[in-house]
């Protein structure tokens, strides 16, 4: 069983109220038993929503409470960036699953590098809030822009 982000697989959950839909992802995974989680929707935020940010570190730091994740009205949403996490890591160890494909840059889901906290489109090296928590339990996570890698590991 692998967990996917619901944005590649065409759910529109995203900030914005649209999708990610990859279809290469989708293709890929056609054989395979998959379940479909979206984090931030998980963690309780509404669709559309204001984008967000880890401001202050990355996923790990969010996790160990010296990083927070920051809408751009300028309200905190970690708490519910947390929430989501824990909500994601639940649904994948109901379901057995030892690997994810997450969408790549996200502050929930991004697994190498997400925005910087300035809303600039400029990016930094580190993870997600999701991505943080589900490495930290042993579970592999992959971005869409992994297809060669994900392809050894099914
Ligand atoms: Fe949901 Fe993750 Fe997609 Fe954002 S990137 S919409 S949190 S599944």
Sequence with gaps: MIAVSSCLLGEDCRYSGNNNYDRRITE???DEEVI???PEVLGG???PRPPAEIQGGDGKGVLEGIARVIDKEGNDVTVSFIEGARESLALIKEHGCSLAILKAKSPSCGSRVIYDGSFSGNKKAGV???TALLQKEGIEVFNEEEI???ITKL
Excluded: A, K
């Design 128 to 130: 997600g809030v999701t």
């Design 28 to 30: 890929l995974l056609e």
């Design 36 to 38: 479909s989680i979206c």
């Design 45 to 47: 935020l509404s669709t």
């Design 148 to 150: 060669d890698r994900i």
